[in-house]
């Protein structure tokens, strides 16, 4: 009974991991990050954000006109909705000149109309992971990019392959350890016994 409860607990996390699209980006390109509100005729803005950034907002639109003091600085002049007025539910993000400090976790999210009591309601829509990588034959040193090669690696990987190099040192410190252990014993002789006196 215990692993289905951990199972059912844990569905939603599972579920939110698979839910999340990847999108590679090059340096300088123009990507579009799609998004589609299921239901286009209560819409009264769009909000894109990544949670790392302070302030979040990437773009920020509200009864039909972009709202600039909450947007993060460096997305400025960068971005806009592939359709402002929403038609048909399309609140995609079209962002220009991509930055290797673009990589991140972007969501979607949209806000409708209320009901009789006149309140909005907020909901995500999706989750997309950009992931910037340089172009075959650049150094990715540009100083308009965001920074070095390093930036286009995501936390993650620098993450793995930290982990991974944690796990092959303690490997091999333990293979270093019983391979000193089996040599001693192998070279440890008893002392000759004395002959009593």
């Known amino acids: ?17 698979q839910d999340i699209k990847t999108i590679t980006a ?14 286009s005729n209560n819409l009264a803005g769009v909000e894109w954000s990544r949670q790392d950034l302070e302030p979040e907002y990437v773009l920020l639109l509200r ?15 960068r971005v806009e909705l592939q359709d402002q007025q929403m038609k048909n539910g399309d609140v995609s993000l079209i962002l220009e000149k991509v930055k290797a400090a673009d990589n991140g976790t972007y969501e979607c999210r949209i806000l409708t109309h209320g009901g009789e009591r006149r309140k909005r309601a907020v909901k995500t829509i999706s989750s997309i992971n950009l ?7 650049q150094t990715g040193e540009n100083p ?12 993650a990987a620098i993450l793995s392959v930290s982990a991974v190099l ?16 089996q040599q001693s014993q192998e070279s440890y002789q008893p002392p000759a ?5």
């Open 63 to 77: 009864d039909g006109h972009i709202v600039p003091e909450d947007q993060q600085p460096s997305f400025k002049d």
């Open 166 to 181: 944690l796990v092959a040192a303690v490997v091999g410190l333990v293979i270093y350890r019983k391979h000193k252990q």
């Open 26 to 39: 090059r340096l300088g390109e123009k990507v579009t990050l799609p998004c589609q509100a299921p239901n």
């Open 1 to 17: 009974m215990l692993p289905f409860l951990i199972l059912l607990s844990l569905n939603p996390l599972i579920s939110a991991a």
């Open 131 to 137: 992931s910037v990588v340089d172009p075959p034959g």
């Open 193 to 197: 016994e004395q002959p009593l006196v």
């Open 144 to 155: 308009d990019d965001g920074g070095g090669k390093i930036g286009s690696v995501g936390p």
